[in-house]
């Protein structure tokens, strides 16, 4: 089974493999343990193997405790309200919101301590020869990774002129000259622009390194020029005037109007009062760069912000081009392996094959210099542990410091994390009321609490009583959860990228949604679920589908699809579905005896 997706900019490819043997004897089949493979591709369009393991990126990307919140049943929808304990909805939102992160913060902190407190058994020394071996070891690791990449880099350079070769030859027949040079021309177009693209990343890297500080500069500079101003206004920096000069008309006792400045006048104590005034040269010199250099910085700012948001454009505009160069040289490509020419059909087919040989020789040459680096790394690390002794006494007085930060750092998160969850709780209610009074005519209220357990009141006598929801309205209140969590999270993590997941890009799955409503309610469920999630993939029966529910959800299809089961039974009664004028089959009867079932796209109006 393969799987391919895009997520934050990136390309994902997952295979997973398992082999059966049937055995003869027994007619027994025997199943192998399934293995997972995975790509990752970013805007450079190499294809890589991740340093972590797969499962662990799917898990970010998707939790598994959420996905039952964006794949799930919807004729059992109510029992999120039902068994809300059990469902672990609190934990899934506390996942999406990203307040586990806190939680696991927190818990990572308090194992810290706890290590911290007790005593430091073993602190002394690694032993050096245990160090000697490991950096020897480490050294001919090194050495044997840089033969390997000579190797990798002779093959690639003959892979090259080899597919060089079969492009010329491909391009000399004149029957393929055209495609071959369309071929070339997107060949060469889509590296240009991924170099492009490399070095826009490496422009905005260099931008943030050298200009990023302008940022967080700009509060301090803007009260900084406040303080000049200050300083003007009060005549604390009086300009003209020099304590040299002072000192020049106290010494020659004469002022510059001609009055003597006898020392026990009153005219040679107001003159002497400046010299106190009377500021220095050299200060007032480097205040006024200061204050020049203060103002240069909220320019700095402003620039900083525009050539980076200038940067980003340039980079989106760069990635639909990637895409849109990737399919049309993919498309002449299949031309090629598709043309009558028996011989270009073949050149075509060895293209393909160096083309993925080199592939491969790129991702070991990746993960080579990616081992290199580290063992190098560790060489360095082992350089210094044998360069440098530390006593107990040190390590105690660091422990201690440590101690002290980690307990300052869990109170903090633990504040942060109560702040965070209580004003997120208060917008969620907010936005599962509006969505329950959109779909429901009754006058319920939907309540949430502290444990994001949701319920019915009614408040008729001025006090709220609990209502005993109906099977129909927990499914009702059970969409407006769900609708209410992926809304509001949607907002959230736009704002805070750093810690929760964008759930915007989630695609929501829904099967019979619509099972134990009725007539009424379906129309309302069928207006609300196109605005529930930027992707929907909606599964129906034939009568779930049909009438109110396809009045309001057709204007907001992009891909329709028919299931077509084929039943073994020789007596199967045969079913069908008119869409658009077209009849598409819905049950037929199996042809070569077997049970499956076939996924047909409805066309287009």
């Known amino acids: 089974m393969e799987l391919s997706f895009e997520h934050d900019y990136k390309s994902y490819q997952f295979k997973r493999r398992c082999y059966a043997t049937k055995h003869q004897n027994n007619e027994t089949i025997e199943n192998s343990e399934s293995q997972l493979f995975m790509l990752i591709a970013g805007d450079d369009g190499c294809w890589q193997h991740p340093l972590e393991h797969p499962d662990d990126i799917i898990g970010r990307i998707l939790p598994t405790s959420l996905h039952q919140y964006f794949f799930f049943d919807g004729e059992r929808i109510d029992h999120i309200i039902r068994y809300q304990k059990k469902t672990g909805l609190t934990e899934a939102t506390k996942e999406l919101l990203g307040i586990k992160i806190f939680e696991r913060s927190a818990e990572h902190l308090k194992n810290a301590r706890r ?29 044997a990774i840089q033969e390997r990449q000579n190797i990798i880099k002779q093959t690639i350079e003959e892979k ?27 060949e060469l177009e889509l590296k240009e622009t991924r170099e492009q693209l490399v070095r826009l990343n490496q422009k905005i890297k260099q931008t943030i390194s050298s200009q990023g500080y302008t940022v967080l500069m700009e509060g301090i500079a803007q009260r900084c020029s406040s303080l000049f101003d200050q300083f003007d206004q009060i005549q604390e920096l009086p300009n003209g005037i020099k304590k040299a000069f002072v000192d020049k008309l106290l010494n020659q006792q004469s002022c510059i109007c001609g009055t003597e400045l006898i020392p026990g006048t009153h005219p040679h104590d107001q003159v002497k009062q ?15 760069r200061l204050h020049a250099h203060t103002q240069q910085l909220e320019k700095q700012a402003m620039n900083f912000w525009e050539s980076v948001d200038d940067t980003q454009e340039q980079i989106a505009e760069l990635r639909q081009k990637v895409a849109k160069l990737e399919n049309e040289l993919e498309t002449v490509k299949q031309q090629l392996r598709e043309y009558p020419d028996q011989e270009i059909k073949r050149l075509q087919t060895e293209l393909d094959t160096i083309e993925k040989e080199l592939e491969e020789f790129l991702l070991e040459k990746g993960r080579n210099e990616i081992e290199f680096k580290q063992k190098t790394e560790q060489l360095e690390t082992l350089s210094k542990q044998l360069d440098q002794e530390q006593s107990k006494e040190e390590k105690h007085q660091l422990a201690q410091r440590r101690w002290k930060a980690t307990e300052e750092a869990i109170h903090c998160i633990q504040k942060l994390k109560a702040d965070v969850e209580r004003r997120f709780r208060v917008t969620l209610e907010q936005k599962v009321q509006e969505i329950f009074a959109n779909i429901s005519f009754t006058p319920y209220l939907p309540k949430l609490d502290q444990n994001y357990e949701l319920s019915l009141v009614e408040q008729t006598t001025g006090e709220e009583q609990l209502v005993a929801a109906s099977t129909g309205e927990n499914q009702i209140l059970s969409l407006s959860l769900i ?5 509001r999270v949607r907002n959230w993590s736009a704002k805070n990228t750093l810690i929760a997941p964008d ?15 009725d007539e009424v309610y379906r129309r309302q469920v069928a207006k609300a679920l196109p605005n529930i999630a930027n992707q929907l993939v909606v599964l129906a029966t034939k009568t779930q589908w049909r009438g109110e529910v396809a009045e309001e959800m057709t204007p907001f299809i992009g891909k329709q699809y028919v299931l077509v089961y084929f039943s073994p039974k020789p007596d199967c009664q045969e079913d069908w579905l008119t869409i658009n004028g077209q009849r598409y089959p819905l049950v037929k009867p199996s042809e070569n005896g077997f049970e499956y079932t076939e996924i047909r796209e409805v066309n287009p109006v």
């Open 115 to 143: 290590s911290l407190e007790e005593e430091l058994r073993n602190i002394g020394d690694i032993k050096t020869k245990q160090l000697l071996k490991q950096k020897q070891t480490l050294e001919q690791d090194t050495e």
């Open 503 to 517: 759930s915007s890009t989630f695609p929501m799955v829904m099967d019979s949604p619509f099972g134990s409503l």
């Open 274 to 288: 400046w010299q106190n005034k009377a500021e220095n040269a050299d200060v007032e010199e480097a205040l006024i």
């Open 160 to 186: 090259q002129n080899l597919k060089q070769t079969l492009g010329e030859e491909l391009l000399a027949l004149k029957k393929a000259e055209n495609l071959q040079s369309i071929k070339n021309n997107l």
């Open 483 to 487: 609708g209410g969590i992926i809304d």
